[in-house]
């Protein structure tokens, strides 16, 4: 079985709730990552210079090659894992894989709010509207997992590991939500808990959160 290839920018950003999948799946892999050029340009050069070249139909980073299958697109990448090594991950039944869409479509909502502050600036104006859909949906999650353990109900699936990233991310980068949002917290200490996940934050390299053009999280936070 050929071992998957993940790429990526040398970030954590939309990489890493593909990473921290593949540890629970304590699945091999190797990674490459693109650096971006030194400040003010801070140019995607080694990126860009190649990415029409490796033969993708839709070049885009993250990136995932399985052998001579190559595919783009976070989402994707993380259905496609789950389909080849644990499709319950996806959902049991009609309902759970219901459930599991939907709160793809809520973490997309609030990820992209999440990003829009940290790349802008979180007291950029213009950007209350941000701070209201994070903070509603925040909300949300944190009163349906006061009624369940996880997003689709009793069991784990992908978006799971989603949340947990940018739960972290929003507290680390933008505001201490941790203490306000307890249910979340709680889901948050589940996931690290898990065996192979704990290992692999033990020893992941410390990536800063987004590209350095970013106002919050472009370099590594000190904590």
Not at 5 to 34: D, F, M, N, P, Q
Not at 104 to 129: H, I, M, T, W
Not at 152 to 173: C, H, M, Q, R, W
């Amino acid at each position: 079985m050929s071992t998957l290839t993940l790429g990526y920018w040398k970030i954590r950003g939309l990489a890493e709730s593909i990473r921290l999948l593949l540890h629970y799946l304590e699945i091999e892999y190797k990674e490459v990552l693109y650096e971006f050029g030194p400040a003010p340009d801070f140019s995607g050069e080694s990126w860009f210079k190649v990415k029409y070249t490796l033969g993708f139909d839709y070049p885009n980073i993250p990136y995932l090659i399985d052998g001579d299958f190559k595919m783009t697109e976070s989402n994707a990448i993380l259905r496609y894992i789950c389909e080849k090594y644990k499709p319950e991950l996806l959902g049991e039944n009609i309902k759970e894989k219901a459930f599991v869409n939907m709160a793809v479509g809520v973490l997309s909502d609030l990820n992209f709010a999440k990003s829009q502050l940290a790349y802008q600036g979180k007291n950029c104006p213009g950007n209350e509207r941000f701070k209201t859909t994070m903070k509603n949906k925040l909300n949300d999650l944190n009163i349906l997992l006061g009624k369940q353990k996880f997003l689709a109900g009793e069991k784990i699936t992908y978006p799971d590991f989603v949340l947990g990233e940018i739960f972290e991310s929003i507290n680390d980068l933008l505001e201490p939500v941790f203490e306000e949002y307890k249910n979340l917290k709680k889901h948050f200490d589940s996931l690290c808990e898990l065996t192979a996940i704990k290992k692999y934050r033990a020893k992941r390299e410390i990536l800063p959160y987004n590209a350095a053009i970013a106002k919050h999280g472009g370099v590594v936070e000190k904590k």
